[in-house]
């Protein structure tokens, strides 16, 4: 859209409105009069406001701080919410005296809809809203206004008590609720305890252990007693033939010194040739001669050699005491082996117990947890309620306090007046531009061009002439349109006047 | 009806027609032509367009123009005239002892002459078709070099046009101002004929 269609468009109306000059007059002076008479009888409307203030502090909010989200509420949102309540509003209309209680159904509905309808709620800054009344009527829209303000605040602090009293009993329900879980759960784990004796791993493992050890030196231990009792055997052994031997040979050479002190004897006293003296000699060399060829052969024991030797008790004695020591390490070790297997059994049993102990045990501590913390804050929920219920913690108050209403609310008769003449140009000129674009018939030299094939021309936009007799004829229906504006024009200012000074 | 005239105050009507008529004459290098003007509009003449292209193709001292009124119903050409014209294109066309130059009267204006309708007529319109109009076209031309604008009434309230144009040489064809619709102008152009159409004439 260019510069030279627009001022086509411009032309085209202008011209239009020329040619409508007097319906157009017309329109101007009925639409400004008309908007004159509605803005004098329209109603005035005295409103009223009063300010309020939002003390947030939300009791439940600190109590659950960390445990559960709070949302943050819109204290005008709420302020409304509760004062388009059936329950205020009634409760507004019967004490303003708009009811009585007696009223019948339909006339109640509409006092009720008629103060939705007028009680405007807006907020004004986070913590602020204005609370706004408007009636017919100054005292009644003054009266009710304070009345509105005075409900609500009555009936937040009733339910702020309402709220922080619930807020306890709910603290304290959680709290009652978690100490039978609590409960629950010291039974359970104490139950639990009690059927299953076998120890903690820990310790199960630890004897294991130590078995495992014993038994490992017990079998050391039995291999020493082995050893030490084959070599003392072995030491018995060779002291038992050393002896057999040793015992012949004594036999001998105690006879032989017999017989030799006996020829000493008798060679004191006789010859050589002396019978005995020879016979002993000759008992000497056969006794010589059978120590000779016995020493060698004659098989070693006899039954009549009770020899005394220290060295063979010991032994002896050594290896009784090796045998019984060995002996007692065996049973000792089959002893410790059948406890060590016990003790895998068990290892096995405490295994399985041993997740259905931990889940108890965590859920013993969680539940005890929170169950401290709802106590402390049971405690600090039972002191809010009681500083709400002794009206410390109202939220609600009146920050700038109603205001009689002097003069009625929106567009004054002078603004009126100023419309008016505005809106009576702009309408029919809004209907002739609307015409000008929407008529089919061509008014714009621009369009044509664009809406005509190539071949048909625009050869000339030959201007309007005015013929002399049609320009005197248009002299004259000017002055008489200039006659009869003045005469509008001071009935309208006249009637302005009186409007706005109260006379009409 | 105001017709135009050099040295005229509205300066913008005076060039509008000007240049209108150079183009018209653009259109046939120079050469004489017979222009048929008509209006889209019915009960909106062209009668002020048709009398300004006359008078302005007259302003020039080389170039004498004739305008010949077909408005058989509502005469204009009388306007231009001193006196009340004894015959006019009725009486010529009836009656076969009148002659081309009995019809044709000088105007006020230098080298604009005119050629009224004359005593008006119920049954003038099918003298129209008849051949003595193309003789008595034929004669002016060769009367005279000058160009001829033959002014007819609206295409949608006559067939005048329909009648006359297959007689001339070139066609405009008048849109008043908030008048005339798209439509309307394609079937004006189609009466004229497209190759005879030398333009449109947007009058506010």
């Known amino acids: 859209m260019d510069l030279i269609y627009i001022a086509e468009i411009l032309r085209a109306v202008s011209v239009e409105l020329r040619r409508y000059r007097r319906l157009f007059l017309v329109a101007v002076a009925v639409v400004a009069f008309a908007v004159l008479i509605f803005g004098a009888v329209s109603p005035k409307y005295y409103k009223t ?245 016995d020493g060698a052969d004659r098989p070693a024991y006899s039954s009549n050699t009770e020899v005394k030797n220290p060295l063979y008790e010991e032994l002896r004695k050594r290896h009784a005491e090796a045998e019984t020591d060995l002996r007692s390490l065996i049973m000792r070790k089959a002893a410790t082996e059948r406890l060590l297997e016990e003790e895998r059994a068990r290892a096995v049993r405490v295994a399985a117990t041993q997740a259905d102990l931990s889940e108890l045990v965590r859920d013993y501590d969680v539940t005890r947890e929170i169950y401290e913390e709802m106590l402390e804050r049971k405690e600090k929920a039972r002191l809010s309620m009681t500083l709400d219920i002794e009206g410390q913690g109202v939220s609600y108050r009146i920050q700038e306090p109603a205001v009689y209403p002097l003069k009625p609310a929106g567009l004054q008769l002078v603004h009126y007046a100023i419309i008016g003449p505005i809106l009576g140009l702009l309408f029919p000129i809004g209907l002739v531009v609307a015409y000008v674009l929407f008529d089919p018939r061509i008014r714009i030299p621009s369009a044509l061009l664009t809406s005509m094939p190539e071949e048909v021309e625009l050869l000339a936009i030959v201007p309007a002439q005015d013929v002399p007799e049609e320009q005197a004829q248009r002299r004259r229906e000017n002055k008489r349109s200039a006659i009869w504006l003045s005469l509008a024009l001071a009935i309208y200012i006249a009637a302005v006047l009186l409007g706005s000074n109260g006379i009409i | 009806m105001r017709i135009v005239y050099p040295g005229m105050a509205e300066r913008d009507i005076l060039n509008a027609y000007r240049d209108l008529r150079t183009r018209l004459m653009q259109r046939t290098g120079g050469k004489q032509f017979v222009v048929l003007v008509s209006s889209l509009a019915p009960r909106m003449g062209s009668n002020t367009v048709a009398m300004n292209i006359a008078a302005s193709i007259a302003f020039d001292e080389q170039h004498s123009a004739l305008y010949i009124d077909c408005n058989l119903d509502a005469p204009q050409g009388a306007q231009l005239l001193h006196q009340k014209p004894r015959a006019g294109l009725n009486e010529y066309l009836v009656d076969g002892n009148v002659s081309a130059e009995q019809i044709v009267y000088e105007s006020g204006i230098p080298r604009l002459s005119v050629l009224p309708v004359g005593t008006p007529r119920s049954t003038a319109v099918e003298y129209l078709a008849s051949p003595r109009m193309a003789q008595l076209l034929d004669q002016l031309k060769a009367q005279a070099p000058r160009f001829i604008v033959i002014d007819v009434p609206p295409i949608e309230e006559s067939v005048v046009a329909r009648i006359l144009a297959p007689l001339s040489d070139l066609a405009v064809l008048a849109v008043p101002f908030g008048m005339v619709s798209e439509s309307q102008i394609m079937s004006g152009v189609d009466a004229v004929g497209s190759h005879r159409l030398a333009g449109l004439v947007f009058a506010y």
């Not at chain 1, 309020?52 to 005008?76: F, K, M, Q, W, Y």
């Not at chain 1, 809203?129 to 408007?134: A, D, L």
């Not at chain 1, 306890?168 to 709290?175: G, L, T, W």
């Open chain 1, 49 to 293: 406001s009063v300010m309020l203030h939002a003390d947030v502090t939300n009791i439940i909010a600190p109590l659950l701080a960390g445990r559960a989200e709070v949302t943050s509420i819109d204290r005008s949102e709420q302020a409304r919410e509760s004062i388009y309540t059936r329950r205020i509003i009634t409760q507004v209309a019967q004490n303003a005296g708009l009811l009585s209680g007696d009223e019948p159904l339909e006339k109640v509905e509409s006092v009720v809809a008629g103060l939705r309808n007028n009680i405007e709620v807006k907020a004004e800054g986070p913590n602020y809203f204005r609370m706004i009344y408007s009636n017919v009527d100054q005292e009644t829209s003054f009266r009710v206004l304070n009345e509105v303000v005075d409900t609500f605040i009555r009936d937040a602090a009733e339910r702020r008590r309402a709220e922080s009293r619930s807020a306890y009993e709910f603290i304290n329900e959680q709290v009652e609720s978690y100490k039978r879980q609590l409960k629950m759960a010291e039974e359970s784990l104490k139950e639990f305890k009690s059927t299953n004796i076998d120890g903690s791993e820990a310790s199960v493992r630890q004897r294991i252990d130590t078995f495992r050890v014993k038994v490992e030196e017990l079998a050391i231990q039995i291999d020493e007693a082995e050893e030490r009792k084959r070599a003392v055997e072995l030491q018995l052994r060779e002291e038992r033939r050393y002896l057999e031997g040793q015992g012949k040979v004594d036999e001998y050479h105690t006879r032989l010194a017999a017989l030799q002190k006996q020829l000493d004897t008798l060679l004191l006293n006789y010859q050589e040739t002396y019978p005995d003296v020879v016979a002993v000699r000759e008992q000497i060399v056969e006794l010589k001669k059978q120590a000779e060829r």
